[in-house]
């Protein structure tokens, strides 16, 4: 299992252009967590420290796509986003981690829109990978 | 073409993350205190009696901290505009916490700060709050804003919390 996620694989072309449009909206929830970072949140303890990791994360699974590693891909985004959305949604009720917030501006509904689309894509494009690959030798 | 790909996704990430480009947080344009203003906030502070002390354990206990600066008690939020330069008085400081979407300082975020503070918190709790933050801008209630020529500046963008009151 570790080995086929981590062996470069060559998605179907439909799979490949969920994935590619995952990677993208991937990428803005990522670079839209690094400018936050530097608009202000670097002061929040470790919450903070978590928009500037999901910056860099979010640039390293990119990567892995870009390199033919598919499934890594798919389990990268998926760590990434699922996460994220959790927190956003905690901090705008009960708090997270200490921190909350009061609303959806439009910075945080770029980040909401866009991990949510990386989510749907990411998925719908491992099951057009796993739909295919029975027929694989 | 793979290459390319890797190496637009990194320059442009790396950008990001070292913030370049990115801008600054609106706050951090706003001028802190000088010496001598830090050094009588901080006296108000030690004066102001139980109220003001109370206040004072909320804006940490409420997280005031991690998204507003008050130089005197060492909070360097940036997230919402400084709370030691505000020229409100404590009224006004109490509407922005629990009325914070009134008003909002130029250049900050909309919906960040929580609107429930009027439900979390009482109604004594909120005016100890205000009045720390009157006490660590030179505003009192008993004076309201006549604290003009304390010679505080920074103007209308200074720092005027409406929006971001305490939250």
């Keep these: 299992m570790i080995r086929r996620m981590l062996a470069p694989s060559r998605p179907n072309p439909l799979a490949l252009a969920l994935l590619l449009l995952a990677a993208v909206c991937l990428f803005v929830a990522g670079l839209q967590h690094a400018r936050l970072f530097h608009r202000g949140y670097a002061e929040v303890e470790i919450v903070g420290l978590l928009f500037l990791m999901s910056g860099i994360g979010s640039a390293v699974v990119v990567l892995t796509l870009i390199f033919d590693r598919a499934w890594l891909f798919v389990i990268g985004a998926l760590s990434i986003c699922v996460p994220s959305l959790v927190s956003i949604a905690l901090s705008h009720s009960s708090g997270f981690l200490g921190f909350r917030e009061g609303g959806y501006d439009i910075d945080a509904l770029v980040i909401v829109v866009a991990e949510i689309a990386a989510v749907i894509l990411a998925a719908l494009g491992a099951a057009a990978m796993l739909a295919r690959s029975p027929s694989e030798p | ?167």
């Excluded at chain 2, 940490?60 to 991690?66: I, K, L």
């Excluded at chain 2, 909070?75 to 400084?82: H, I, N, Q, S, V």
């Excluded at chain 2, 409100?88 to 250049?107: F, K, L």
Aim: proline share 4%.
């Design chain 2, 1 to 167: 073409m793979r290459i390319v790909l890797a190496a637009l996704t990194v320059v442009a990430m790396g950008c990001a993350i070292a913030g370049i480009g990115m801008g600054h947080a609106p706050a951090e344009l706003q001028a802190p205190p000088a010496a001598s203003e830090l050094v009588a906030a901080k006296q108000r502070i030690a004066v102001g009696g139980a109220t003001t002390a109370r206040g004072r354990a909320l804006f940490e206990e409420e997280g005031c901290d991690a998204c507003h600066s008050i130089a005197a008690v060492g909070a360097e939020g940036t997230l919402g505009p400084r709370l030691d330069m505000v020229d409100d008085d404590v009224d006004e400081i109490v509407e922005s916490i629990t009325e914070p979407r009134e008003e909002i300082a130029d250049g900050f975020a909309e919906k960040l700060m929580p609107t429930d503070y009027a439900q979390r918190m009482s109604d004594a709790e909120i005016q100890a709050l205000a009045t720390f933050v009157a006490a660590a801008s030179g505003t009192r209630e008993e004076d309201g804003a006549g604290d003009e020529d304390s010679g505080r500046g920074g103007g209308e963008d200074s720092g005027r919390g409406r929006g971001r009151g305490g939250g």
